[in-house]
């Protein structure tokens, strides 16, 4: 397009390091760079400008631990279920049953259909960026993302097989089960990855420390020092991966990763809920930062603050895990809950929320470039439509955005200098052949889940 004016009442400019809110002024952008912020009566503002009026300009959010797939494969069958026996019991009995019929019976394009539902809903809910971790065989999850225009870190999954040595003197060199493990990440990576600065990169994706032994973990830490790969990994999510932890190695998760060397200022950790004080002051020494995903663990009955992790001195970002992929139904539940644990109304603000999904998490990721509005930054860009009944008046964009808003309220997406939703619409191709196709892939998962009695049939739900 060239260059060109992106022009907002309310746009969240980034100054002298800061979050600074400006109205009615120009976001310039020259190819997938932004050039300036400038006031309507600058002279220089292009003639090619969209005016977007009542709308709060905004960095795209940074979503850092999703699954796309597994969030419409999983819509409405985890809510209001028993999980009294822990979170690690719906994920044996439910979620990994439905992702092996998936894998099952399934093929590439309708996988590819149900990544692409679940990537098309993070773009319109905000997110430009995700950080998704799909099964080591779904290479669709990348193929998709491509094809829907998505700034995607994928994480296939590392496990450790059946016939793995939890030897802690393992170190993996001549061991051929890490080794064909790891040709996974090697095989994604040689297909997909566009390099440090675009938008597809391959990153390595250790499942949990439950289900990677020492041997593979070693391996992991000298790809990541070798090539310098994003990595993440799902960290102390629930009692039965710590208790088998200290059965094993009679230490924590936490601790278990950083003797195999993985805990480092690359890693970007989902979860860790069940990270002991001492695990999360040497995470905080080690510079990890955490994918804090709260309604994944709100809905079991479970509460995740945020407060605890940045009182230790955690670097904590967002996420949406296998949920919808609204990441500002998050932000507004981990606020929600910051105030609750720490009992301080302050704790959790709507601009610490913001902050933490845009220029925190991307530098996570280190990429100086994302997360923010300011000459130079990369123009991943969002529109959230204020002239709607639910978020008028408007005092302070922000907290309406976080307070009153949903990802339904994004009209407006910019990833790399194009426009993938402009007035709502999704302009790459017809959204409803995206929506019919996943679902149709899904229900086919779903009826068979059904027969076997993964899931619960049809006739025999009821109001409870």
Avoid at 105 to 116: G, N, V, Y
Avoid at 186 to 215: K, N
Avoid at 231 to 238: D, N
Avoid at 275 to 288: F, H, Q, S, W, Y
Wanted: some cysteine; proline content about 5%.
């Amino acid at each position: 397009m060239g260059v060109f004016g992106l022009r907002a009442n309310w746009v969240l400019a980034r100054e002298a390091g800061k979050a600074r809110l400006r109205q009615n002024v120009t976001v310039v952008v020259d190819g997938k760079t932004i050039v300036a912020v400038l006031p309507d009566d600058d002279p220089s503002v292009p003639d090619a400008t969209i005016d977007l009026g009542e709308t709060l300009l905004m960095p795209g959010f940074v979503n850092t631990h999703c699954h796309c797939v597994g969030a419409p494969l999983f819509r409405a069958l985890l809510e209001d279920r028993d999980f009294s026996d822990g979170k690690d019991s719906v994920i044996n009995n439910i979620m990994m049953p439905l992702g092996e019929i998936m894998t099952e019976i399934l093929s590439e394009d309708e996988i590819q259909a149900i990544a692409a539902l679940g990537q098309l809903e993070a773009l319109k809910a905000g997110s430009t960026t995700i950080v998704d971790m799909p099964r080591a065989t779904h290479d669709a999850v990348a193929r998709s993302a491509r094809q829907i225009g998505l700034r995607a870190y994928i994480h296939p999954y590392l496990i450790s097989g059946p016939r793995a040595s939890w030897d802690w003197e393992n170190d993996g060199v001549q061991d051929p089960d890490v080794a064909q493990v790891m040709k996974t990440f090697w095989r994604w990576r040689e297909a997909f990855d566009q390099g440090p600065s675009g938008l597809i990169r391959i990153g390595l994706g250790p499942h949990a420390t439950d289900t990677c032994a020492p041997a593979l973990a070693r391996a992991i830490a000298r790809v990541r020092d070798e090539i310098d790969a994003p990595l993440t990994v799902h960290l102390a999510q629930g009692i039965p991966e710590v208790e088998l932890a200290r059965q094993r190695f009679g230490v924590s998760p936490v601790v278990y990763f950083d003797r195999v060397g993985l805990l480092d200022s690359r890693l970007l950790a989902a979860h860790c809920l069940y990270a002991e004080p001492e695990d999360l002051a040497l995470m905080a020494k080690r510079g990890v930062t955490i994918a804090h995903c709260p309604i994944s663990y709100a809905r079991s009955g479970r509460l995740a603050a945020r407060t605890r992790f940045t009182a230790a001195g955690v670097r904590t970002t967002i996420g949406t895990d296998a949920n919808a992929v609204d990441i500002i139904a998050d932000l507004r539940i981990a606020a929600i809950n910051s105030k609750y644990d720490s009992g301080d109304t302050v704790a959790g603000s709507a601009w610490e929320m913001v902050e933490a999904a845009t220029v925190t998490a991307a530098d996570a990721l280190r990429r100086p470039d994302l997360g923010r509005i300011e000459p130079g930054a990369t123009a991943d860009l969002i529109g959230i439509n204020l002239a709607q009944a639910h978020l008028q008046p408007v005092y302070d964009p922000v907290k309406t955005l976080v307070w009153n808003g949903s990802g339904r309220d994004v009209h407006f997406v910019m990833i790399a200098g194009e426009v993938l939703v402009h007035g709502a619409n999704y302009t790459r191709r017809p959204e409803a052949g995206i929506v019919s196709a996943g679902a149709a892939a899904m229900h086919r998962v779903w009826r068979l889940a059904e027969e076997r009695r993964v899931i619960e049939p049809v006739a025999q739900r009821s109001t409870r």
